[in-house]
């Protein structure tokens, strides 16, 4: 198996709710996909999908029983890297203005970055954090350091 | 907010036994990271961080009673999408041997593609797919076709 990711696809409650906030909220521009089933917005050279919590649990088969409400914390984050602590403050209100929940609000943090997160309306949990010791190129991809 | 994601985090229960799976099971590189505590693989122009599950709530500073098991779904899934129906069917007997459950076997889906799941050992849900509908570029990233 290939050392990638084709694509992220965060299970939402209201698909309309959803697509506002990354579209009007945040400003995304829609990619191809069915109109009220599913949407995709491309990020670099993968992708972000919106689809129906419930069909996601379908999708996979598994058990309704199994499915966690995507509030709060279901042990996945996404991360959005900028390039200055200024940035991480302006892209939260920007998030919250947008209809996120400020989780936690940016501050230092123990390995040596500034962040903070916010929560999607489904509660999809996203950090914005600038870190010293990674490169963020120009097309906004993330290098890490050579491994010492 | 720019149009892109920099890192997914997966909360872990076992740190040692992810590590296993993902670069022994599936030969990835680690990247840099803190031995022992957090590690990175760099997937293209982003990131896959593995973190201890309760560490990760931490960081998000949300109380550990919010904290759901990451076993079988909490909302979120990723895809890992393939050049053909065979590379499905191999990719998934890979990930079996490498210690993750098979989910779903690979099968023909409604939406014209072919795909199956399988959890790691935390029970973050990986979808292996074959899309006849995407461009799968040479370096492995994907492109939607124009929106239509």
């Known amino acids: 198996m290939e050392q990638r990711l084709s694509m992220v ?8 709710r959803a697509r506002t906030f ?3 909220g945040l400003g995304w521009a829609l990619g191809d996909g069915v109109e009220g089933r599913v949407a995709f917005y491309q990020l670099g ?8 919590l419930e069909a996601l649990a379908e ?16 042990g996945t984050t ?3 890297n900028v390039r200055d602590k200024a940035t991480v403050d ?7 203005a947008a209809g ?16 903070g997160y916010f929560a999607d309306p489904d509660g999809h ?6 870190n010293p010791f990674w490169t963020l190129n120009d097309d906004g991809s993330v290098t890490l350091p050579a491994k010492t």
Do not use: C, H
């Open 90 to 96: 302006a892209t939260l209100q920007e998030a919250e």
């Open 78 to 80: 996404l991360a959005y």
């Open 45 to 52: 050279g993968m992708l972000l999908g919106l689809y129906g």
């Open 9 to 16: 696809t965060l299970g939402v409650r209201d698909m309309a």
């Open 22 to 24: 990354y579209e009007e």
């Open 125 to 130: 949990l996203w950090e914005v954090a600038f």
């Open 100 to 115: 996120a929940t400020i989780v936690k609000p940016a501050q230092e943090v123990f390995w040596g970055g500034y962040s």
């Open 59 to 74: 999708d996979a088969e598994l058990p309704l029983a199994d499915l966690k409400p995507a509030a709060n914390f279901g």
